[in-house]
């Protein structure tokens, strides 16, 4: 009796399926098999993933897609950690979207940042139409500060923190600052922004906000993280 020879050479191509004596009498010269036919666990996984880099980047790597959340005619894509991230705080959007009146983002920042690097992500997304409580605008002179923040919190549907070099030398102190990260961290409500420093240096200050994915300048200019933001947000 023939012997398959599918174990030693595969029947992977047409050509390979004719020339086995075992089986070229079932498929006929190339009956039954197509170069483009056959798939393994693995090609199928990776097709499904967005291509082979999306496959691999599930933990983190250069794979980008879109998110469930993009519009039609989107160009703004994600690392799948990011989306896997950012879908928790989809959700709060989508939950909160019937609530009157609510701001659509809560600014975190140090003091030291008002009037850079927090201002600079203020303005990108107005810029792109989103609703931002930021102090520098929101709270007036002689208003109770910590009260002001109180309304912010529960008038916004996401709060952002921007860790930054100056936001990590304060949080020991336990100041403001730390009192708004506490009332968003008690919620799927947060996303980490991080800027000009790095996940370890917060981890190593704060491991409970460390430990929350978010978005980095490090991986894209802050225009392209407050596009993310902007479309994270839209209703």
């Known amino acids: 009796m023939a012997r398959c020879t599918a174990p030693r050479e595969g029947h992977r191509s047409a050509s390979a399926a004719a020339n086995c004596p075992a089986c070229r009498h079932r498929y006929g010269r190339y009956g039954g098999y197509s170069s483009g036919s056959y798939s393994s666990p693995a090609l199928s996984y990776y097709s499904s993933s967005g291509g082979s880099g999306g496959g691999r980047s599930s933990g983190g790597g250069s794979g980008r897609i879109k998110a469930s959340w993009s519009k039609a005619g989107s160009s703004v894509l994600y690392t799948p950690t ?8 989809r959700h709060t959007v ?43 605008k929101d709270v007036a002179l002689g208003t109770p500060l910590l009260r002001e923040i ?49 996940y370890e ?35």
Do not use: Y
Request: proline letters at 5%.
């Open 82 to 89: 990011e989306v896997r991230a950012l879908t928790p705080i």
């Open 94 to 136: 989508e939950s909160r979207a019937e609530l009157p009146d609510l701001r659509d983002v809560f600014l975190c920042h140090a003091w030291d940042d008002r009037q850079g690097a927090a201002k600079e992500l203020h303005d990108l997304l107005e810029s792109l139409g989103v609703s931002v409580w930021f102090s520098e």
């Open 150 to 198: 109180d309304k912010g919190l529960a008038k916004s549907r996401v709060g952002i923190v921007l860790v930054t070099p100056a936001l990590l030398r304060r949080l020991p102190a336990e100041g403001i600052a730390d009192k708004e990260l506490s009332a968003l961290l008690a919620r799927e409500q947060l996303v980490p922004i991080v800027h000009n420093t790095t």
């Open 201 to 235: 240096a917060l981890r190593n200050v704060s491991p409970l906000l460390g430990s929350r994915s978010g978005l980095s300048t490090a991986e894209e200019p802050m225009a392209d993280v407050a596009a993310k933001l902007a479309e994270l947000v839209a209703l």
